[in-house]
Antibody, heavy 124, light 105 residues
Framework: QITLQESGPTLVKPTQTLTLTCTFSGFSLSTSEVGVGWVRQPPGKALQWLAMIYWNDDHHYSPSLKSRLTITRDTSKNQVVLTMTNMDPVDTATYYC????????????????WGQGTLVTVSS | DIQMTQSPSTLSASVGDRVTITCRASQSVRSWLAWYQQKPGKAPKLLIYKASTLESRVPSRFSGGGSGTEFTLTISSLQPDDFATYYCQQYIDSWTFGQGTKVEI
C-alpha cells in the first residue's frame, strides 16, 4: 500500500526559505522508473507542478520557479525534501507530494498516489 | 510551456445527467493526458490516463476521449459522489494542469 505524507512549517515569513519533507511508504525511490514530485495549490486556485525527482536522482523543475527550488531524496529514510527560497505571500498554498511509476519507454506519467497535502501560509 | 484550458469553468447539473468537460492543449500532447477529481480539502484522485484509460477502481460511468489538442471527460450518469472539481493534466512535457471545472448541483 503506497502512502505519502507531507510535513513542514505551516507559517513562514516573507523572504524565508521553506523546507518541506515528503515521507513515503509502500515503494522505494531506488526502484527503476519511480518518481516523486511536488504540486501546489493556492486556496481556491488550480494545481501547479513544482518539481520531480527520479530513482536515478534525475530531477526537473517548473521553469517559472526553477531558480528558487531544490529537490533532494534520502532513500534510506524514504524521504524527498523540497526547498523553496525567498518565500512570498503569493506562495501561500497547499503543497502536495505525489508518486509516479513510469516504464521502460517513458517516465512521463501522471501522479497516481498523493499525500494529503500541507497548507503553508506566507505572512509576516 | 504547454498551456491547458478547460471549459466550462463551472457546470451545473443534476443527478443522472450526462456531463462532458473539454480540455484543450496549446500544442499537441498526443495521448499524454490525464484527468483528476478533487473534492474540497482532499488531494486529487487520478481517474483517467493516456486520454482514455480508466484507472483501476474508477467507475465505468467515467470515460475519456480525444488526442492531440482536444480532449473530453464524460460522466455518463452523474452520481451524488461525482460533485467535485475536475482537472486535466498533460504529461508529455513536464506536467501542466488545466484551471479546473467545478461540477455543482
Amino acid at each position: 500500500q503506497i502512502t505519502l505524507q507531507e510535513s513542514g512549517p505551516t507559517l513562514v515569513k516573507p523572504t524565508q526559505t521553506l523546507t518541506l519533507t515528503c515521507t513515503f511508504s509502500g515503494f522505494s525511490l531506488s526502484t527503476s522508473e519511480v518518481g516523486v514530485g511536488w504540486v501546489r495549490q493556492p486556496p481556491g486556485k488550480a494545481l501547479q507542478w513544482l518539481a520531480m525527482i527520479y530513482w536515478n536522482d534525475d530531477h526537473h523543475y517548473s521553469p517559472s520557479l526553477k531558480s528558487r527550488l531544490t529537490i533532494t531524496r534520502d532513500t534510506s529514510k524514504n524521504q524527498v525534501v523540497l526547498t523553496m527560497t525567498n518565500m512570498d505571500p503569493v506562495d501561500t498554498a497547499t503543497y502536495y507530494c505525489a508518486h509516479t511509476l513510469g516504464n521502460a519507454l517513458t517516465t512521463n506519467v501522471p501522479f497516481d498516489y498523493w499525500g494529503q497535502g500541507t497548507l503553508v501560509t506566507v505572512s509576516s | 510551456d504547454i498551456q491547458m484550458t478547460q471549459s466550462p469553468s463551472t457546470l451545473s447539473a443534476s443527478v443522472g445527467d450526462r456531463v462532458t468537460i473539454t480540455c484543450r492543449a496549446s500544442q499537441s500532447v498526443r495521448s499524454w493526458l490525464a484527468w483528476y477529481q478533487q473534492k474540497p480539502g482532499k488531494a486529487p484522485k487520478l481517474l483517467i490516463y493516456k486520454a482514455s484509460t480508466l484507472e483501476s477502481r474508477v467507475p465505468s460511468r467515467f470515460s475519456g476521449g480525444g488526442s492531440g489538442t482536444e480532449f473530453t471527460l464524460t460522466i455518463s450518469s452523474l452520481q451524488p459522489d461525482d460533485f467535485a472539481t475536475y482537472y486535466c493534466q498533460q504529461y508529455i512535457d513536464s506536467w501542466t494542469f488545466g484551471q479546473g471545472t467545478k461540477v455543482e448541483i
